[in-house]
């Protein structure tokens, strides 16, 4: 019989796939943040509580890259880290400042991470059942 590896481990040798990636790049571009020591990073996301339905969203999203359920955080927020994943390390280099390389994160943002980023900043609401498969497409498209 096999050694079973612990999910959070095994979650480091999956990529995530380009929703994924789009939620969490719009995500630090708004209110998210990278939290943890070099190989032990991961994103952290809290919005106001009333903005519930958006932090579910995310979380279904990010489906096995999130470490734990949303819970409520001191000041009236509610969110989730996820667990430490390699492509925080990566992601923490392309935002290691406030000259952060504009150039190589505009060529890697697409339509939903733009969304996301908006979402996040209060200039646009995503609903989980707002986007139809082909607008999906779309979304993702370059």
């Known amino acids: 019989?096999?050694?079973?590896?612990?999910?959070?481990?095994?979650?480091?040798?999956?990529?995530?796939?380009?929703?994924?990636?789009?939620?969490?790049?719009?995500?630090?571009?708004?209110?998210?943040?990278?939290?943890?020591?070099?190989?032990?990073?991961?994103?952290?996301?809290?919005?106001?509580?009333?903005?519930?339905?958006?932090?579910?969203?995310?979380?279904d999203r990010l489906g096995p890259f999130a470490a734990s359920p949303p819970t409520a955080r001191g000041g009236g927020l509610l969110g989730f880290d996820t667990a430490s994943h390699p492509?925080?390390?990566?992601?923490?280099r392309l935002f290691a400042n406030r000259y952060a390389r504009h150039d190589a994160i505009e060529r890697l943002l697409r339509p939903l991470g733009l969304a996301v980023w908006l979402c996040d900043v209060g200039r646009l609401e995503l609903h989980a059942n707002a986007f139809l498969p082909a607008q999906r497409e779309l979304a993702l498209a370059s």
Request: with cysteine; net charge positive; glycine share 8%.
């Open 1 to 59: 019989m096999g050694v079973v590896e612990h999910p959070e481990i095994a979650v480091c040798r999956i990529p995530p796939d380009p929703v994924q990636f789009q939620v969490m790049l719009g995500s630090l571009l708004g209110d998210g943040q990278i939290v943890g020591l070099p190989r032990r990073r991961r994103l952290r996301i809290a919005h106001r509580a009333e903005r519930r339905e958006y932090v579910i969203w995310k979380y």
């Open 87 to 92: 492509i925080f390390d990566d992601l923490a």
